[in-house]
């Protein structure tokens, strides 16, 4: 898929219609060849042909200039479309239009203009406290007012030289950021109580920062919150997750923190927090803040909720998960044919089709377990997913395979597996093992009478019995065999 078509797949309904209005606006005719390019590919999708299109556009002709400079004006006017409806909504975005309404006006030597839209940027650039943008604001001031003699530099002067202070305390902020990252990532075992990331924090913290503003200040509360996260979910620490999640989102609650212009943080705080848990399993928890997340999403104007509902249906399908297994079927398979929330992320789509299959499996219909492997199969989101994953859906696809009858397909499987699996093969002594157990139950007649293979079996379920499932396992294979015999 190149840049065009992707860029035309991502649009919601409502960028499409402004898109249209926005392209209706800036050009009037008859014939649009770019309304036609732009509606074939969204309506084509994966099955875009781009033969088919060049010749309805243009006939039957191998000169194709004509149709490729018709892409780029299309990537530029939807380029345009999407920065004229969106510009607002972002602080960062707005300042960077401000700057250019001010560069614009500089232009035309209509300072006060200027001037006033530079006023405009420092104040929005002050409230996010993005001090990096002020320095540019400031140099634009410093520069407008050596034009303007009515606009005394020396003002601007002043305040770049403070606020390079500020940027001076940010550097302060990332060196405290770097040692708290530094020691939670040494501490291998963090799993001392419920308090022991949040001392580790404080001490930091107490050790490396003796301005109080800095200490208080919500950058850096912000970003020891996004390191910190990442460090705990990379260790799936969910326990020490939960307790920084929790009391972490709640000050920041306190202390009104949380804005429009760092909505996705708080959505992505609540998604951590409710996954957390999931994982723990605090089912009563789970419940009440899938509900706070829920209407979070709805904030601003739904804005960035196309994003977080992807995460939001996924935590819903694991708490029902946990108390009602049909109802977390039906979730799946509501999911399924909501084209609208299925082209939100290619992610979506492995997650689904992945734990249809699951959930079937678990309920022993294994025709329709194995259909939606096939269909997760067919999906990008498979193709570009890392081997070890990949590896994991394809021994699973053995399990399917065998309890089926399928044996002639799952020989040319399993060959099919040690080709192209050869290195996960060669680190899983689980996973190398189960495969040869697999290849001994397809040639006998009856396994459980089968004294070598049946202690094969027992030694791989007494291996596996103390094994927790992890996080990237797709089935407990010790409880299948288990249940085998």
Request: proline content about 0%.
């Given at each position: 898929?190149?840049?065009?078509?992707?860029?035309?797949?991502?649009?919601?309904?409502?960028?499409?219609?402004?898109?249209?209005?926005?392209?209706?606006?800036?050009?009037?005719?008859?014939?649009?060849?770019?309304?036609?390019?732009?509606?074939?590919?969204?309506?084509?999708?994966?099955?875009?042909?781009?033969?088919?299109?060049?010749?309805?556009?243009?006939?039957?002709?191998?000169?194709?200039?004509?149709?490729?400079?018709?892409?780029?004006?299309?990537?530029?006017?939807?380029?345009?479309?999407?920065?004229?409806?969106?510009?607002?909504?972002?602080?960062?975005?707005?300042?960077?239009?401000?700057?250019?309404?001010?560069?614009?006006?500089?232009?035309?030597?209509?300072?006060?203009?200027?001037?006033?839209?530079?006023?405009?940027?420092?104040?929005?650039?002050?409230?996010?406290?993005?001090?990096?943008?002020?320095?540019?604001?400031?140099?634009?001031?410093?520069?407008?007012?050596?034009?303007?003699?009515?606009?005394?530099?020396?003002?601007?002067?002043?305040?770049?030289?403070?606020?390079?202070?500020?940027?001076?305390?940010?550097?302060?902020?990332?060196?405290?950021?770097?040692?708290?990252?530094?020691?939670?990532?040494?501490?291998?075992?963090?799993?001392?109580?419920?308090?022991?990331?949040?001392?580790?924090?404080?001490?930091?913290i107490d050790e490396f920062s003796s301005d109080i503003?800095?200490?208080?200040?919500?950058?850096?509360?912000?970003?020891?919150?996004?390191?910190?996260?990442?460090?705990?979910?990379?260790?799936?620490?969910?326990?020490?997750?939960?307790?920084?999640?929790?009391?972490?989102?709640?000050?920041?609650?306190?202390?009104?923190?949380?804005?429009?212009?760092?909505?996705?943080?708080?959505?992505?705080?609540?998604?951590?927090?409710?996954?957390?848990?999931?994982?723990?399993?605090?089912?009563?928890?789970?419940?009440?803040?899938?509900?706070?997340?829920?209407?979070?999403?709805?904030?601003?104007?739904?804005?960035?909720?196309?994003?977080?509902?992807?995460?939001?249906?996924n935590n819903l399908y694991y708490y029902y998960l946990?108390?009602?297994?049909?109802?977390?079927?039906?979730?799946?398979?509501?999911?399924?044919?909501?084209?609208?929330?299925?082209?939100?992320?290619?992610?979506?789509?492995?997650?689904?089709?992945?734990?249809?299959?699951?959930?079937?499996?678990?309920?022993?219909?294994?025709?329709?377990?194995?259909?939606?492997?096939?269909?997760?199969?067919?999906?990008?989101?498979?193709?570009?997913?890392?081997?070890?994953?990949?590896?994991?859906?394809?021994?699973?696809?053995?399990?399917?395979?065998?309890?089926?009858?399928?044996?002639?397909?799952?020989?040319?499987?399993?060959?099919?597996?040690?080709?192209?699996?050869?290195?996960?093969?060669?680190?899983?002594?689980?996973?190398?093992?189960?495969?040869?157990?697999?290849?001994?139950?397809?040639?006998?007649?009856?396994?459980?009478?089968?004294?070598?293979?049946?202690?094969?079996?027992?030694?791989?379920?007494?291996?596996?019995?103390?094994?927790?499932?992890?996080?990237?396992?797709?089935?407990?294979?010790?409880?299948?065999?288990?249940?085998?015999?």
């Open positions: 898929m190149d840049v065009l078509n992707a860029m035309v797949d991502s649009l919601s309904k409502d960028e499409i219609r402004f898109y249209k209005l926005f392209a209706a606006w800036v050009q009037k005719q008859e014939e649009r060849k770019d309304i036609a390019l732009f509606d074939y590919i969204k309506q084509a999708g994966e099955k875009y042909d781009e033969k088919k299109i060049v010749e309805k556009l243009y006939g039957n002709t191998k000169d194709k200039n004509s149709f490729y400079r018709l892409k780029n004006r299309l990537i530029n006017d939807i380029t345009s479309s999407i920065v004229l409806q969106h510009f607002s909504d972002d602080e960062i975005l707005l300042i960077h239009q401000l700057l250019s309404v001010v560069k614009l006006f500089a232009d035309k030597m209509q300072y006060k203009v200027a001037f006033n839209f530079l006023n405009k940027a420092e104040l929005k650039a002050l409230k996010i406290e993005n001090y990096e943008l002020l320095d540019i604001i400031y140099g634009e001031y410093i520069r407008l007012s050596q034009e303007a003699v009515w606009k005394d530099p020396e003002e601007y002067i002043n305040k770049r030289k403070e606020n390079m202070e500020r940027l001076r305390s940010l550097r302060q902020i990332d060196d405290v950021l770097a040692v708290v990252t530094y020691r939670l990532k040494l501490s291998q075992n963090i799993s001392k109580g419920d308090d022991y990331v949040l001392d580790i924090l404080r001490k930091t503003q800095i200490k208080e200040s919500a950058k850096l509360r912000f970003k020891i919150y996004n390191s910190v996260s990442q460090i705990l979910i990379q260790k799936r620490d969910y326990i020490n997750l939960e307790v920084y999640l929790l009391e972490t989102y709640l000050a920041f609650q306190r202390d009104h923190l949380f804005s429009k212009s760092n909505h996705q943080t708080k959505l992505q705080m609540l998604t951590y927090l409710v996954n957390s848990f999931n994982k723990n399993d605090k089912i009563k928890e789970v419940f009440e803040y899938l509900d706070i997340l829920k209407k979070a999403m709805d904030e601003f104007d739904g804005l960035y909720r196309d994003k977080f509902q992807v995460f939001y249906f946990k108390i009602d297994s049909n109802k977390a079927l039906d979730i799946l398979e509501e999911l399924k044919i909501n084209k609208k929330i299925r082209n939100t992320s290619s992610f979506y789509d492995m997650f689904i089709f992945l734990n249809l299959a699951i959930g079937w499996w678990r309920k022993d219909d294994y025709k329709k377990a194995i259909k939606n492997l096939v269909q997760l199969y067919k999906h990008d989101a498979y193709k570009t997913a890392n081997e070890q994953l990949q590896f994991k859906i394809s021994m699973f696809e053995l399990i399917l395979r065998y309890e089926l009858n399928d044996f002639d397909f799952l020989e040319h499987r399993i060959q099919q597996i040690e080709k192209d699996f050869q290195k996960p093969l060669k680190d899983s002594d689980l996973e190398s093992e189960l495969l040869e157990i697999i290849k001994a139950m397809i040639y006998t007649t009856s396994f459980r009478s089968d004294k070598k293979l049946r202690t094969r079996i027992d030694k791989f379920i007494t291996l596996t019995a103390s094994r927790k499932q992890g996080d990237d396992d797709i089935i407990h294979y010790g409880n299948w065999l288990q249940k085998k015999l």
